[in-house]
């Protein structure tokens, strides 16, 4: 098919980039490293909230990561998830002061 310029309109991403200001190095009890967006403003927060329906995808430091689905275990086949509610974000790997998390909401 082809792509006109209102499908591109209507499928524009939202590039959302937060630089660590400290290390995320310990898990929680099921052995995912957490976090809860406190580096992305609220507006920011609130659009990956909102992006349920939408596809998500997340890198580090420029590299597209596996997310969790179709009962992929963290770790074993995925380097993240979302938590319950999508409050946060999980990581099969910790990560380090300068580190970018970029989430692009298409």
Known sequence: ?????????QTAAKKINVKLAAAISSTNSDGEY?????????AEKSAILAATNSIIDVY??????VGYKNGTPI?????????T?????LFAFALEVDDVITVVVR
């Open 1 to 9: 098919t082809n792509t006109t310029d209102k499908d591109l309109e």
């Open 34 to 42: 957490e976090y809860d967006y406190s580096g992305f403003s609220s």
């Open 60 to 65: 580090v430091n420029g590299q597209l990561l």
């Open 75 to 83: 770790g074993a086949n995925a380097d993240y998830d979302w938590n």
């Open 85 to 89: 509610g999508g409050e946060k974000i």
